[in-house]
């Protein structure tokens, strides 16, 4: 690793440190939520319902930059939990609408200390967070818009 590029070991650098800080992030938030039996995924289509109003998976997937297959089988597991409800939109037959029920919105009412909480283990002053906000979208930006080679490993013949 001492003969590596500078570039390459400040690249590697960069996305252990996203990785890690995504799966410590993952953890805390899976060890709060055990009790109710959501993942952070579901916790955050149930903010975004609660905060929205009914959405349809397009909606969702959009919003939380999910894809459609991962959005389809999550409200699958949402809705066998009696965590949302879908149902058919009356103006267009072809638009599902997902909506909370009472069950995720009496388990809203039990995360009322959840978002402390997540401030408090992060610690980031209000700029410093907006900041890092603002950097991270920008990377992901970046990295989104990065035009992928035409063979999963360059330089190597199909």
Do not use: K
């Not at 690793?1 to 799966?23: F, G, I, K, W």
């Not at 955050?44 to 894809?67: C, K, Y």
Request: with cysteine; glycine share 6%.
């Amino acid at each position: 690793m001492s003969d590596t590029h500078p570039a390459v070991r400040r690249n590697e650098a960069v996305c252990l440190a996203l990785y890690s800080t995504m799966n410590a992030t993952l953890q805390l938030y899976r060890e709060l939520l055990s009790p109710w039996g959501l993942s952070y995924q579901q916790l955050m289509v149930l903010g975004l319902l609660w905060s929205e109003g009914e959405q349809t998976p397009g909606e969702i997937s959009a919003a939380l930059m999910l894809d459609t297959s991962s959005v389809a089988g999550l409200l699958n597991r949402m809705q066998s939990a009696g965590l949302i409800d879908r149902q058919t939109s009356q103006t267009d037959r072809r638009r599902v609408l997902v909506t909370p029920t009472a069950r995720s919105r009496e388990i809203i009412a039990e995360l009322g200390w959840l978002e402390d909480c997540m401030t408090r283990a992060i610690d980031l002053e209000p700029d410093e967070a907006h900041d890092l906000v603002t950097r991270l979208n920008d990377l992901r930006e970046r990295v989104t818009a990065f035009p992928r080679p035409e063979h999963a490993r360059p330089g190597i013949p199909a």
